[in-house]
Every structure is written in structure tokens, then in C-alpha cells.
């Protein structure tokens, strides 16, 4: 049986190659994970007045309730002013609180992301592993990988560069044995 994993993507652009990215990892995955994509999109500015007896608004306790129900997390990042999106701040702080309930405590987890760049999304995983580590993830420390996005190496959720393929395979390999440890 195929282990779950909560796949928050920090871009709500339709063509995202974030997205893309991890469509591509998804299909990598094979059998072995099974990805749920966590609607971040709709969820309000983190604020903790919001909290009502321990319920917050609807958005967020769907959310919590999607991730809590998986077995592990894949964050996909973009990185915006060598940072991560505020969209993905916002949806992590919701997933923390209230406090001592959060939804990813020890949850197996890894990060990765795509740019354009050279340097893939360096800066911004650097900040997010920080963050990981303070809500208590259980990341994944190698392998890392800061992708170059390059369009046409790339048809749907296909990688067609077999060197890039066999790269993006190690990294999937690596977090798929890394959710199993936890099992």
C-alpha cells in the first residue's frame, strides 16, 4: 500500500513550474506515494483571533484535516526575493496552530523547488529547512535538490532530459525510503 503525501505547491499560478515539478515527481513516485495537493490558495492571512474554541475557519481546518490524514509532506517551493512565498508562510503557520496541535508535527517531510535560475531555489529551501525544523518536520537532509527549470526538458508531467530524469528519481527514491522509516 502506497503511503501519502501532502503536497503543498507555493504558487497558485495556473502553469506554475513548481506545479509542474510536481507533477513530474509525482509520476516519478510511481505506486510507491500517493500525492494529495493541499489547497492553499483559499486560505486567509494567518491570524490568530481567528481561533474560535479551537476551531478555525473552514479553509484551515480542511487543510489540517487533509495533511493530518497523510503520512508524510513534500513542500515544492518557489522562491521570491530569496525567500519563500508568503503563500507558503501563511499556510504553515495555520498548519502549527493552536498551539500543540499542530497537523505536521513528526510527520517525514522534504523540500524542493524550481526557478528559472541557476541556482534553482537555494536561498528560499534554506530559509524553509529552518522553518521545517522549528515546526518540528521530520526533513529529509539529502538528497537536495535546487532545479533549473528548462521548458523543454519537460511534456506534462514528463521529464524527457534522461539525466535530469534519473536525477529527479534518486531524490524521489531517497524520499520514498524516508516515509517508509516512519511507517
Same mark, same amino acid.
Given at each position: 500500500m502506497s503511503k501519502t503525501v501532502a503536497v503543498?505547491?507555493?504558487?497558485?499560478?495556473?502553469?506554475?513550474?513548481?506545479?509542474?515539478?510536481?507533477?513530474?515527481?509525482? !509520476?516519478?513516485?510511481?505506486?510507491?506515494? /500517493?500525492?494529495?495537493? =493541499?489547497? #492553499?490558495?483559499?486560505?486567509?492571512?494567518?491570524?490568530?483571533?481567528?481561533?474560535?474554541?479551537?476551531?478555525?475557519?473552514?479553509?484551515?481546518? !480542511?487543510?489540517?484535516?487533509?495533511?493530518? /490524514?497523510?503520512?508524510? =509532506?513534500? #513542500?515544492?517551493?518557489?522562491?521570491?526575493?530569496?525567500?519563500?512565498?508568503?503563500?507558503?508562510?501563511n499556510a504553515l503557520d495555520w498548519c502549527s496552530r493552536p498551539y500543540g496541535k499542530s497537523s505536521l508535527m513528526g510527520k517525514p517531510s522534504a523540500c524542493t523547488g524550481a526557478s528559472p535560475g541557476a541556482i534553482g531555489t537555494a536561498a528560499a529551501q534554506t530559509h524553509l529547512k529552518a522553518a521545517m525544523d522549528a515546526l518540528k518536520l521530520c526533513a529529509m537532509g539529502f538528497p537536495e535538490v535546487y532545479l533549473q527549470w528548462k521548458p523543454d526538458d519537460y511534456d506534462d508531467a514528463t521529464c524527457k532530459n534522461d539525466a535530469t530524469r534519473t536525477f529527479l528519481q534518486g531524490f524521489v527514491d531517497a524520499f520514498a525510503t524516508h516515509v517508509e522509516r516512519f511507517a
Open positions: 503543498f505547491v507555493g504558487s497558485l499560478r495556473k502553469g506554475s513550474i513548481n506545479r509542474q515539478y510536481a507533477r513530474v515527481l509525482e !509520476r516519478l513516485a510511481g505506486d510507491r506515494l /500517493a500525492f494529495r495537493f =493541499v489547497e #492553499i490558495g483559499d486560505l486567509p492571512l494567518y491570524n490568530d483571533d481567528l481561533w474560535q474554541e479551537g476551531t478555525g475557519p473552514d479553509a484551515v481546518m !480542511r487543510m489540517k484535516a487533509q495533511v493530518e /490524514a497523510c503520512d508524510a =509532506v513534500l #513542500i515544492v517551493t518557489p522562491e521570491y526575493n530569496r525567500n519563500v512565498p508568503g503563500l507558503l508562510t
